[in-house]
């Protein structure tokens, strides 16, 4: 049985059917992270786990207790928040040692608890500060100190780095993986970034509009995402999608083949599956995005991307052929689904 | 209903009760009260008259001639007053706004006038500084080579407008001043960029940046003013005649001045008709500046 | 005219026009004041006089003749404890308001002002009628009853638009770290509400030394505050100016200073949020 699971759990704001009758089952010690467009009711299901929101059908399972219905601060779990939520009237040290106190803890252990807390993170010349005079990842990392001094079932992560700079969010992400290694806590993470989903998660869970497309692995849902929802949400450029009439030996049922940018081959126009006219070069150094406009395109519709690990020849405006090898292709019905994976 | 569900539904609502229902109470009670007094007859010095009394205290109410000045005293009072505050206030928040030697100091002296009471206030513009031969203002007047204004008799209801305009200028210009500190420097400077002078930057930059503010004190000072009382009481009380007597008054007088507590009440529902009223429009007017 | 380019002479101006004024508006408060220490012939002299040997005779007359302190302390009493207790029930109430709204807290929001709009007058009869049924005529209990509900939309008002301003997630932040709803009062709500809890209960402490409707109408000499003592000075005595002025500044002094010192404070929630 799952350490924590939730199993067909709703959630209505008004006639809004926020989350449709979600499953899902997280082993302990297990990192996953929720990712999703924005509005897709990625916090709403984070924040039905922590308590925040009532649930209102299914239930939810933790430690084989069901806490469906148990107020937050019994459930023994820790959040970080987007905007942090520190206590700007407390020094950093009573921030992290809150909620200790409150549950009566003895001094000398909240004492160990939170110096131990502050070194794992850096923050010990800190301790006496308030939010305010601190950098926003120093403030970061205090919201991580808070839930860890805890030592809660599991930690729960509401797009903590999104108020950080591309920098610091880089660094950020690699100590959040560290802790997680370190203290083997399960952690739920919500994030709208796909990079720190993929590197960041054991199992990734991707939703949308309320409900889950797909949960796997990072790999498993870039080489065998279930629909064109999925392999166009994880992937960076997008897979390419290519509509398949007038395209020879595609399976039967296929309307759109699905082929991501490094399985991309530009060929010569002779006999090429799509011929086309080269429209941009972009060249990153370690790798070279080539765009080309398939002839008879529309000008608004995307430009298919080719990714090559070398340094191109063409010029802008040279013609070309495109092609792709089939078993690294994904074929989409006409519902969006993933032939190869529901066949 | 499940235990949190109904327990994150249930508490804000026990939080929210002792307010609302003392507020409830204080409203119903005395309201039933006033309606059932309006419809018998009721009169402190004849107990002996007793009995239904139909819609006679509301035709006695609004027959009385001192019925219609006192509707238009209290409307012209109310907009008299805001229309001063607004404005002066808006004028000196302006002026003080940037720095200069002892704006502390002046801030201090503004706000001053704000925390007298109303009985003092009337008292003091009553006799030292509108007295007609003693009075301060009477001075200045002689001094200019002026004859003194009688202000009570002469500018009855005037008088009084400038006393609670006194009062309650501080108050704008505080409210304002606070809103202009918060104006958006850029933004200002982006305009003189464009060349825009001051009077455009005050009609396209300050005035909309205010509106909140204006708002606010509007709101306020209409919920204070529309039943001025003190400061009549203590001076014109309601003369010569009823050249200064507003709603409030005129129901006092009624009640406790001819124990008529029957047509009192049918003058107490009258304002609270036209508190009513004038909280539509209000609300109606600027209660969108309130929302977020 | 940006800062930088006004004239020096602009400033001049500026700054002098606004003293002008300044000294304008608290010019009455200051003559009142010099009044108060003149002997009654000096007081209506004509010109005025401003420079006379000042006189503690004015004081010491209206204490023995009407008993100043009782009446002060009858002030300081019932604004004092009307105001605590208009917290006690606006607070929870404005809390429950910031951080739980549903769909009818602007309309009860509303409601509540609107109470505030209806004239006093409205209810006098009743409550007067009330008062003397149950005994409370004339009593500082019924003043701070009455006080306190006066004051108590504004209150709710003043405090809301301050705990708005409170990011909700600190709250569920602590609810997370295993506060309940005490502990949220306590350790959250008080301490980043204590600037609007300041500044509502500064105004309703000054509100509530000034009223006079209510205290006229419903208190003789029992319960009488100061606004009734300075009422009482106001008639037959109109013309004895300096004993009248030492009445009144003793009535505005405390709540006068006291403003001074709390203004910077009381406007802040007086803003009702219109100033972020
Ligand atoms: N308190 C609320 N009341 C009404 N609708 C809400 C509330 N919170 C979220 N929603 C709606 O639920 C959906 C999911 O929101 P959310 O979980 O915040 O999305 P995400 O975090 O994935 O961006 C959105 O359509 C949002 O508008
Ligand atoms: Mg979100």
Redesign the interface.
Known sequence: MAFLSLNNVDKFYGDLHAIKSVNLAIEQGEFVVFVGPSGCGKSTLLRMI???E?IDGGTLMLGGNDI??????KRD???V???Y?????MSVEDNMS??LR??GEDKAVIAKKVAEAAEKLDLEPYLKRTPRALSGGQRQRVAIG?AIV?QPKVFLFDEPLSNLDAALRGQTRVEIARLHRELGATTVYVTHDQVEAMTLADRVVVLRAGHIEQVGTPLELYDAPVNKFVAQFIGMPQMNLIKTDGINGVPAGAVEAGVRTEHMQITDEGNARIKGTVELIESLGNETLIHVRPDGADSHEMPLIARQYSRSELNMGARVGLGWDDSQAHYFNTQGENLRITA | MSDAGLKSRLVPRLLLAPAVSTLLLWMIVPLAMTVYFSFIRYNLMRPDVTGSAGWMNYEFFITNPAFGDAVFNTLLLLGSTVLVTVVFGLLIALLINDPFPGRALVRVLLISPFFVMPTVNALLWKHMMMNPIYGVLAQVWTFFGWTPIDWMTDFPLGSIIIMISWQWLPFAVLIFVTALQSMDREQLEASELDGATYLQQLRYLYLPHMARAISVVVMIEVIFLLSVFAEIFVTTAGGPGTASTNLAFLIFTEALLNFDVGAASAGAVFAIILANIVAIFLIRMIGKNLEN | MSFAQKSKSATVIRSSVAWLIALVMFFPILFLTVTAFKTELQAIAVPSVWFFEPTLENFTEVQERSDYLHYAWNSVLTSVMSTLLGLLIAIPAAFSFAFTPTRRTKDILMWMLSTKMMPAVGALVPIYVLSQKTGLLDTRFALIIIFTMMNLPIMVWMLYSAFKDIPHEIFEAARMDGAGLWEEFRHVLLPLGMGGIASTGLLCLVLAWNEAFWVLNLTSSQAGTLASLVASYSSPEGLFWAKLSAVSVLAIAPIVVFGWFSQKQLVQGLTFGAVK
């Not at chain 1, 469906?68 to 601060?73: D, E, F, G, M």
């Not at chain 1, 939520?85 to 009237?89: F, K, M, S």
């Open positions: 922590a308590g925040l009532t469906t219905h148990v107020i937050p601060s779990l820790a959040m928040f987007q905007s939520a520190l206590y700007p009237h809150f909620a409150l549950a808070r805890r």
